[in-house]
């Protein structure tokens, strides 16, 4: 019988640094704290979930290098629990790692990435015949240089790790990375016809569909809609979840859709938002494998994203069910 959650993709190392304001080119910023943690999608998210539920099946693939900062991952995985036999080490390649810069002004943040071992991890590195997950997660989408190489038969090679997963009897769900490029429609696409579940952000979504969310600047429900409906006509199997500062939605394949805004924080609960979007991912993946209702999942999601805020890095801030659903009852918008 298949169980547990097994998530595939980014494993990067983050130095987070707190700076007091975003320079312009050729001025100075001055960093007010140092904080060090794991990042990516597969680290962040699987770390997270086992926050959320210790109990929790929860298996780990992805690439690093033969340094410190791989065994920092491997180390930070194991600590909480999570099956590290995915974990591949590269001799020929660094672990992957972001400088990321939380400005404290604006709480915007900026990252400086190195792309190392998980740019050549591929679907050869995936133990789909041996894998007993009952889920199988893949993020991010951009930023996996083998995985979103083109593939003669499903598109891109994502495409392909998807189908595997599928046709194993894994429940499927991605995630993809924001970036400022015109590459969306054509390496996210093709991997949503094999994605029961795709959970990404009002930016993501919009870029893949080439469909605005944003009116006047302000997130737009009506717009959200849209988004969703053609996320789905390009495929996605079950559920199309997107999430923003301001609120988060979802639309399943029947065409019902539901909106709830994001919890109302109190001024200095904020530390920093680096992992926010996993932590969403982490309660929304949770929720579907709990097969919580959606209106509870988009506001469980909502609270495990509040969380992470707690905290400058990507995993200290999150709670367990229990502490996440204090943070609901403290902060829910009435």
């Not at 891109?156 to 194993?168: D, S």
């Amino acid at each position: 019988m298949r169980k547990g959650i097994a998530i595939a993709g980014n494993l990067i190392v983050d130095t987070v640094k707190v700076i007091d304001t975003y320079p312009e080119n050729g001025m100075l910023a001055t960093i007010t704290d140092v904080d060090h943690g794991v990042g990516g999608c597969s680290t962040n998210t699987i770390i997270q979930l086992a926050k959320i539920d210790e109990s929790m099946d929860l298996f780990a693939c992805g690439m690093i290098g033969d340094d410190g900062n791989g065994q920092y991952v491997v180390d930070m995985l194991a600590k909480h629990g999570v099956n590290t036999d995915g974990v591949k080490v590269n001799k020929d390649e660094v672990t992957s790692f972001t400088d990321v810069m939380n400005a404290a002004d604006d709480k915007s943040r900026t990252f400086f990435h190195a792309r190392g071992a998980n740019a050549v991890f591929g679907i050869g590195d995936i133990d789909f015949e041996n894998m007993n997950a009952k889920f199988f997660h893949i993020g991010y989408a951009l930023l996996l240089d083998a995985f979103d190489a083109p593939d003669e038969q499903f598109g891109t090679v994502m495409a392909r790790a998807l189908f595997t997963a599928k046709q194993k009897g894994m429940v499927t769900s991605m995630d993809v990375v924001s970036e400022n490029s015109d590459r969306f429609a054509k390496i996210v696409t093709p991997s949503l016809k094999y994605c029961d579940n795709l959970i990404i952000n009002e930016v993501e979504a919009s870029m893949t569909c080439g469909l605005p969310v944003r009116k006047d600047g302000e997130l737009d429900e009506a717009l959200l809609k849209i988004v969703c409906e053609s996320l789905l006509s390009k495929g996605v199997g079950k559920l199309v979840v997107i999430h923003a500062p301001e609120a988060a939605c979802a639309m399943d394949k029947g065409g019902k859709f539901t909106f709830t805004p994001s919890l109302k924080l109190p001024k200095g609960f904020i530390k920093g938002s680096v992992g926010a979007g996993d932590a969403f991912c982490a309660g929304m993946l949770y929720s579907l494998y709990k097969q919580f209702d959606i209106e509870f999942a988009l506001l469980f999601s909502a609270g495990a994203a509040a969380c992470n805020l707690s905290e400058f890095n990507s995993t200290d801030g999150m709670k367990n069910v229990e502490g996440i659903k204090d943070v609901i009852a403290l902060y829910k918008r009435s």
